[in-house]
């Protein structure tokens, strides 16, 4: 088992930034790729950014300048760094994680609200 707990929502202005972090505990060996996803209100979660344990690293094409996807394997966590929020990024974002044999894991999801 995995267990993935999300930090660094919160309510930010156009333009404005926030940093989330995910940290991962428990069979975190067996994770072979990490991701974000999101979901607004009336809208079907979608994939974010996504990072291999390569360190091959994909985003949707609408973050993709504005938003970085980390990993620091010293402190077992992931960040997304979203820089220029605009307020079609507000949502609940969730962390992911995939193992080697295709079990998915998920935080509880942290809320990001971009409005003036």
């Known amino acids: 088992q995995v267990q993935l707990v999300e930090s660094g929502g919160g309510l930010v202005q156009p333009g404005g930034s926030l940093r989330l972090s995910c940290a991962a505990s428990?069979?975190?060996?067996?994770?072979?790729?990490t991701a974000w996803y999101r979901q607004a209100p009336g809208k079907q979660r979608e994939l974010v950014a996504a990072?291999?344990?390569?360190?091959?690293?994909n985003y949707v094409d609408s973050v993709k300048g504005r938003f970085t996807i980390a990993r620091d394997n010293a402190r077992n966590t992931v960040s997304l760094q979203m820089n220029n929020l605009k307020p079609e990024d507000t949502a609940v974002y969730y962390c992911?994680?995939?193992?080697?044999?295709?079990?998915?894991?998920w935080g509880q999801g942290t809320q990001v609200t971009v409005s003036s």
């Open positions: 992911n994680a995939r193992s080697l044999i295709g079990t998915m894991y």
């Open positions: 428990g069979s975190i060996s067996n994770i072979v790729a």
């Open positions: 990072l291999s344990s390569g360190g091959t690293t």
